[in-house]
C-alpha cells in the first residue's frame, strides 16, 4: 500500500476518534467511577446484543488480578472481518475505529443505541490503553491489537479454531481515568446478576482472578425470578402470599416487545424497575408511565365490575400502587433517551401500547384470581384509609410549625439570632451534657442547638402514624419548620445546614443511623439537596509540648503519631463523649466553621440504598453499625 494512501486513512480514524479522547465526558458522562465502569458495561452489552438477538448463549467476564482489565468473551457470531471495500480495511477495525460504525449491521435487531450505552465499543476502544480483539469464525481465530483507539498491529491469523465468538481484552486509560481508578467488583457482580435475570437464556460465567473466584449465573424464571428476589430482601411479604403476576408479549408490528413481573407488598412506597433492551432506565420514561397508568385502570376496571369501591374515601392511584413491586422489561427497536443522563426513554408510542396490555391483563388476572383480588383490593382500601390518617397527623405537625413561626418551637431548642437559612445551621446532639456544652460553645448569631433526649424511632419499622407522634422527631420537624412528606416545603427551611453531632462510638452511629433512615424516607429532598452533614467530634486529644492536635478517629491518630518526631513524648487523651469537652473545646474542634471538618451526606445509588435500608434497618443490629460507618465513608468530606 503506498504510503501516501495509508496517511489518508490514517486521518480518517484520527477524525473518528480524537473527539472522545478530548472530550470523554460527552461520550461517557464523565471520566469518574461510573465512566469507567460504563467501558465495561458498553463491551458487555455488545456480547448481550448477541445473545438478545439469538445467536449467543454464553458470556465470560474475566476481572483481571490488576483490577484494572477485564477480558469479554461471548460464543455468538462473532465481529465479521472482511474488508468493507469502502474503507478499504476489515469491518471489525472500522467498528472499532470509527464511531457510530454499529447501525449498518444491527437494521431490525435490538440494540443500545442512542440511549445511556451504545455509544460504540470503538469509544472504549479510544480510552483504552490496551485493547485486544481476537473473532473466532469460519474455522480460524484472528487477532487485532489497539491503543487508545489506533491499531498496533495488523488483522493476524493466530490458527485454526472451532466454533464462533468474540473476545475482547481491555485495560481503560489511566491517562484518563487517574491512575488509582479500578474495577468495583461487588458491584459489577451485582450487575451482572441482574442481566441474568433480564435475559431468560444468557449464562454468564465471571471470573475474579484477584480471588479466584468464579461464579455462574443464569436464571430460568427471569424477571419474576428476580422480582421473588427483591421483595424477600425486601423484607415485606408479598399480599395473600402471592407468586408475581407475570405478563410477556412477543415483538408485535411496531418492533415492542416486552415483559412485565408484578405484585403487591406490605411495604408502603412503590418499586418499579424498568428496563429497555436490558439497559436500566432508573430515571423511567414512556413505558414506565404506561405501565403505572394500565395497572391503575386494570384496577379500577375489576373494583368497579365486582362493587368493591369502598364507602366514604376515594382510591388515587397513588393508593392503588402503595406497596407495588414491579419490573418491566421492554425491548425497543429504535430507543429514544431524554434527561441529562440519557436515562428516561421518550418514545410516545409505548406509554399506549403498554397501557392497554397491562389494563387488560390486571384485569383479566384479577377476574381469574378473585380471592386474591379481593386481597389486594382489601390492601388498596387500607392504603387509602392510612393516606387520610397520617395526613392529618402531618398536617398537625406542620400546623403547629406554621401558625407562630418562632413561638412554638420546641422548648430545648436553642435558637440562633439569625433568621437568614443561607448563615443558620442546626446542630442535633445526642444528649443534655453534650447539648449543654454545644449551647455555650456555638456561635449563637448563626448556630442553633436542639439535644436530644429520648428515643429517636426507626423509621424503617414504625408506622407513619407511630413516628409523627414520636416526640424526638417532632421536635426536629418543628425545628426545621418545612414539614415533612407531601406537606414538605422546603422554602419554609429554617436551616440552611443540619449537622448529627454525635459521639463516635457505636451508640450515636446508631443514633445517627435512625436519624438519617428518618430523613430519607421523609425528608428526602435535605439530602438531595445536600442541607444533611455527619458533624465529626475528635476521638482524641494529642499533647505534644505546646501544640495541642485533636483528631476525629484512629487512622489519624496514628497518621499523626507517625510524623512527630522520635525523641517527643505525645500525651494522648480519648473522649469518652461529647458531654466531657469543655464548650470551648467543642467550638474549636467541632463547631468553628473555618475549623471544623463535617461530611455531607449523599446518596449516590438511590436504588441501592432503598434496599440496604430495608436490609439493614430491619433486623440486624450489627450490620446497622457496620451501614452508618460505610456511609460515612462514602459521604465526601467537605470543610464547610
Ligand atoms: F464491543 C465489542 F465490539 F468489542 C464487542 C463485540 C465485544 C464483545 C465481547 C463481543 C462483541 C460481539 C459482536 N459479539 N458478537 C458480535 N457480533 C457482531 O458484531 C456481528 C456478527 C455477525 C454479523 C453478521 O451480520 O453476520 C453482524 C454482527 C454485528
Known amino acids: 500500500m503506498p504510503s501516501s ?36 458495561w458498553e463491551i458487555v452489552d455488545n456480547a448481550i446484543d448477541e445473545v438478545i438477538n439469538g445467536y449467543a448463549t454464553t458470556i465470560q467476564v474475566v476481572l483481571h488480578a490488576d483490577g484494572r482489565s477485564a477480558t469479554v468473551e461471548d460464543n455468538g457470531r462473532g465481529i465479521p472481518t472482511g474488508i468493507m471495500p469502502r474503507y478499504g480495511k476489515s469491518a471489525l477495525e472500522v467498528i472499532l475505529t470509527t464511531l457510530h460504525s454499529g447501525g449498518k449491521f444491527t437494521q431490525g435487531n435490538y440494540t443500545h443505541s442512542g440511549g445511556l450505552h451504545g455509544v460504540g465499543s470503538s469509544v472504549v476502544n479510544a480510552l483504552s490503553e490496551e485493547m485486544v480483539v481476537r473473532v473466532r469464525r469460519d474455522g480460524q481465530q484472528v487477532e487485532q491489537r489497539y491503543s487508545r483507539g489506533h491499531p498496533t498491529t495488523p488483522l493476524k491469523k493466530l490458527g485454526p479454531a472451532r466454533g464462533t465468538g468474540t473476545c475482547v481484552f481491555f485495560r481503560p486509560d489511566p491517562e484518563i481515568f487517574g491512575e488509582k481508578a479500578r474495577f468495583d ?27 479466584g473466584q468464579r461464579q455462574e449465573f443464569s436464571h430460568q424464571g427471569g424477571i419474576a425470578d428476580y422480582l421473588q428476589k427483591l421483595v424477600r ?57 404506561g405501565l403505572r397508568s394500565g395497572l391503575v385502570k386494570g384496577v379500577r376496571n375489576f373494583i368497579e365490575t365486582h362493587n368493591l369501591s369502598p364507602k366514604g374515601i376515594s382510591l388515587t392511584a397513588e393508593d392503588i400502587r402503595e406497596g407495588l413491586f414491579a419490573i418491566l422489561s421492554c425491548y425497543v427497536l429504535e430507543p429514544q433517551f431524554q434527561g441529562q443522563t440519557k436515562e428516561r426513554l421518550n418514545n410516545p408510542e409505548i406509554t399506549a401500547e403498554i397501557d392497554a396490555a397491562v389494563r387488560t391483563f390486571v384485569e383479566s388476572w384479577l377476574h381469574s384470581n378473585p380471592s386474591a383480588g379481593e386481597a389486594i383490593v382489601a390492601r388498596i ?45 442546626l446542630f442535633i446532639v445526642e444528649g443534655d451534657s453534650a447539648g449543654g456544652s454545644a449551647k455555650q460553645g456555638r456561635d449563637r448569631r448563626t448556630q442553633a442547638v436542639l439535644p436530644l433526649r429520648g428515643k429517636v424511632l426507626n423509621a424503617e419499622q414504625a408506622s407513619t402514624s407511630k413516628l409523627l407522634a414520636n416526640k424526638e422527631l417532632q421536635d426536629i420537624v418543628s425545628a426545621l419548620g418545612c414539614g415533612l412528606g407531601k406537606d414538605f416545603d422546603q422554602s419554609k427551611l429554617r436551616y440552611g445546614r443540619i449537622f448529627l453531632l454525635m459521639d463516635a462510638d457505636s451508640d450515636g452511629n446508631h443514633i445517627a443511623t435512625l436519624l438519617l433512615t428518618f430523613f430519607y424516607r421523609y425528608l428526602p429532598r435535605l439530602i438531595e439537596n445536600g442541607h444533611v452533614y455527619l458533624a465529626r467530634p475528635p476521638l482524641y486529644r494529642i499533647d505534644v509540648g505546646k501544640d495541642t492536635y485533636w483528631v476525629p478517629d484512629e487512622q489519624a491518630k496514628e497518621a499523626l503519631l507517625r510524623r512527630l518526631p522520635k525523641n517527643v513524648k505525645p500525651e494522648i487523651q480519648r473522649f469518652k463523649g461529647l458531654g466531657e469537652m469543655m464548650p470551648q473545646q467543642l467550638w474549636e474542634t467541632t463547631l468553628d466553621p473555618r475549623r471544623r471538618s463535617a461530611l455531607r451526606v449523599t446518596v449516590s445509588d438511590p436504588l441501592r440504598t432503598d434496599r440496604v435500608l430495608n436490609d439493614l434497618m430491619g433486623k440486624d443490629p450489627s450490620a446497622r453499625f457496620r451501614f452508618i460507618m460505610e456511609r460515612a465513608g462514602e459521604a465526601r468530606e467537605l470543610d464547610v
Open 5 to 40: 494512501q495509508y496517511t489518508e486513512q490514517d486521518i480518517v480514524v484520527l477524525e473518528g476518534l480524537e473527539p472522545v479522547r478530548k472530550r470523554p465526558g460527552m461520550y461517557i458522562g464523565g471520566v469518574d467511577a461510573r465512566g469507567y465502569h460504563h467501558l465495561l
Open 185 to 211: 467488583v461487588p458491584q459489577i457482580l451485582e450487575r451482572l446478576e441482574a442481566k441474568t435475570y433480564l435475559h431468560k437464556g444468557l449464562r454468564l460465567v465471571v471470573v475474579d482472578e484477584a480471588t
Open 233 to 289: 430482601e425486601r423484607g415485606k411479604p408479598a399480599i395473600a402470599g402471592l407468586s408475581p403476576l407475570y405478563l410477556s408479549r412477543d415483538r408485535d408490528a411496531s418492533g415492542l416487545r416486552f415483559e412485565l413481573a408484578l405484585c403487591w407488598t406490605e411495604a408502603t412506597d412503590e418499586q418499579i424497575r424498568s428496563y429497555v433492551n436490558g439497559i436500566p432506565t432508573p430515571s423511567g420514561g414512556t413505558h414506565e408511565a
Open 381 to 425: 382500601v387500607a392504603a387509602a384509609r392510612a393516606r387520610e390518617a397520617s395526613r392529618a397527623a402531618s398536617q398537625a405537625v406542620s400546623r403547629k410549625t406554621s401558625v407562630s413561626h418562632r413561638l412554638n418551637l420546641p422548648g430545648k431548642l436553642a435558637d440562633c439570632s439569625s433568621t437568614d437559612p443561607a448563615d443558620s445551621e
